[in-house]
């Protein structure tokens, strides 16, 4: 079995953001030479997200609007930022949004379901943050 573990980084200019990271995965598929076999792709942080769905913009704008309701940010309003962090909100989006996700690799090829694509949601952005990549196959 072959084996492939790449770390993706992100610095977001904005707080929230979704970003499409399918070509930076398609690449370290291509890099670990595996044809069959899986693709784990998770955050590594517990206020950011990896999520698979559509690439439109205003769905994306959908998705942040429907959050901000769920989970208003704001330093007042929740009992985790008592510990001086402003991040409550983003504890609470990521959760909903997920941590990671995995796609089946065949035939060298991310095998996705029509329309779908791998997204990064960054709920306490504006810093460095990594997401981790491992594929494993033949
Ligand atoms: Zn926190």
């Not at 942080?45 to 940010?73: C, M, R």
């Not at 065949?106 to 996705?112: N, Q, V």
Request: hydrophobic share 35%.
């Amino acid at each position: 079995m072959k084996h492939h573990t790449q770390y993706l980084w992100f610095n977001t200019k904005n707080r929230h953001d979704i970003v499409n990271i399918t070509p930076q995965v398609e690449e370290a598929l291509v890099k670990s030479e595996i044809k069959e076999g899986l693709c784990l792709v998770n955050a590594m942080h517990i206020t950011s997200s990896v999520f698979i769905n559509d690439n439109e913009n205003g769905l994306h704008q959908d998705f942040l609007a429907w959050l901000e309701k769920l989970a208003p940010y704001g330093k007042d309003k929740y009992k985790h930022n008592l510990t001086g962090e402003d991040n409550g909100d983003a504890h609470l989006k990521r959760t909903v949004m997920g941590r990671e996700v995995v796609v089946a690799v065949t035939a060298g090829k991310l095998d996705f379901g029509p329309w779908e694509q791998i997204f990064y949601g960054e709920f306490d952005g504006q810093r460095r943050k990594r997401v981790l990549v491992k594929i494993i196959g033949e």
